[in-house]
């Protein structure tokens, strides 16, 4: 079992809705959470990070954690073509990083 | 630096050749990482320098690779012997101090073998 879970998608929405993307994680010790936006052929770059369980909003970004259920989530608001990429989602389990696969994401103008 | 630095950008090399790739963290960082990327997947562990010592070097696929950080900045990954499934790109990232830090990645370095 891998240690994140991503919908690798692609996921379509149009300009100005909601985009909604999912990670589950299987280490029920892992104490951080975050999310990177990486555009084609460039590295990542971190976006959010949520540490307690509950809500985070960060302008248009919104990170989401139940560690109940192992699940974190990233919403955008108002998505813009400018959204378009892939987003990984990132889980530290004692001092080491897991990333899940990346779910791609394109924002229909 | 203002930002973690990777050299060189791209390196094309040819199968059985030793490569080295270079990482200049943020200054003050003390936790180092190396992630290998391949298409389509997301970042895979390598290694992970805490000051000059590998905390973490489990992610290493093979002898032939190593890395070091000689004076707790700047780390160097080596690959000996290299073979075409190395090919990927090299993610370098740090983090103030590993304990739970959002981490920074510097730009990569695309690795070819042929």
């Known amino acids: 079992q891998k240690e994140v879970e991503q919908n690798s998608g692609p996921l379509s929405v149009p300009e100005g809705a909601i985009a909604s993307l999912n990670c589950t994680y299987s280490d029920r010790g892992s104490q951080s959470f975050f999310w990177y936006r990486q555009y084609s052929g460039k590295s990542p770059e971190l976006i959010m990070f949520?540490?307690?369980?509950g809500d985070k909003e960060d302008g248009r970004f919104t990170a989401q954690l139940n560690k109940a259920s192992q699940y974190v989530s990233l919403l955008i608001r108002d998505s813009q073509p400018s959204d378009s990429a892939t987003y990984l989602c990132a889980v530290i389990t004692g001092n080491q990083f897991y990333f899940g696969t990346g779910t791609s994401l394109t924002v229909i103008p | 630096g203002a930002g973690v630095s990777q050299t060189p950008s791209n390196k094309v090399t040819e199968k059985g050749k030793y490569v080295e790739l270079r990482c200049d963290p943020i200054?003050?960082?003390?936790?180092l990482y190396w992630y290998r990327q391949s298409l389509g997947q997301g970042p895979e562990f390598l290694i992970y320098?805490?000051?000059?010592?590998?905390?973490?070097d489990s992610g290493l696929p093979n002898d032939r690779f190593f890395a070091v950080r000689p004076e707790g900045s700047v780390s160097t990954l080596k690959i000996q012997r290299t073979e075409r499934g190395d090919s990927a790109v090299y993610l370098c990232?740090?983090?103030?101090?590993?304990?739970?830090?959002?981490?920074?990645f510097g730009s990569g370095t695309q690795l070819s073998v042929l």
């Open positions: 949520i540490y307690s369980n």
């Open positions: 320098f805490q000051g000059t010592g590998a905390a973490d």
């Open positions: 200054s003050g960082h003390t936790a």
């Open positions: 990232a740090s983090s103030l101090s590993g304990s739970g830090e959002k981490l920074l």
